[in-house]
């Protein structure tokens, strides 16, 4: 089973930056080589919802609008690790974070109907989650 742990969360200002962490019980290259990938967040009192995945491998990435142009995901070959860079943060960025993982060794359509509805319900490994709390 696929085993994932996220660092990096704590508060910051609005306007600020986070740089949040994901790694994988056997490494995060070996399982983003078969796997989707993404994160995930709850704000407080709102279902949990899509922020960014990642196709197998890293070739593609998407990004929910409300936070594209100020989030970034990408691997970090040295850390083995899949992180997201939050910039110009704003308090509705407040929330518990989530690193997600399914297979995705599946028919092209599957895979990108995964990777872009970013349904929670469609990713099956989980972290324990990082809380992030933006302030004014």
């Known amino acids: ?14 306007g600020g930056s986070l740089n949040l962490s994901c790694v994988a019980s056997d490494g995060w290259y070996s399982t983003s080589s078969t796997y989707c990938m993404g994160w995930f967040r709850q704000p407080p009192g709102k279902e949990r919802e899509g922020v960014a995945t990642v196709s197998p491998g890293g070739g593609m990435t998407f990004y929910a609008d409300s936070v594209k142009g100020r989030f970034t995901v990408s691997q970090d070959k040295d850390r083995n690790s899949l992180d997201l860079q939050m910039n110009s943060l704003k308090l509705g960025d ?29 990713y099956a490994y989980w972290g324990q989650g990082t809380q992030v709390t933006v302030s004014s």
Not at 95 to 101: E, L, R, V
């Open 94 to 122: 407040t929330a518990m974070y989530y690193c997600a993982a399914t297979g995705c060794d599946v028919h092209p359509y599957m895979m990108d109907d995964i990777l872009t509805t970013m349904n929670p319900e469609r």
């Open 1 to 14: 089973q696929v085993q994932l742990v996220e660092s990096g969360g704590g508060s910051v200002q609005a």
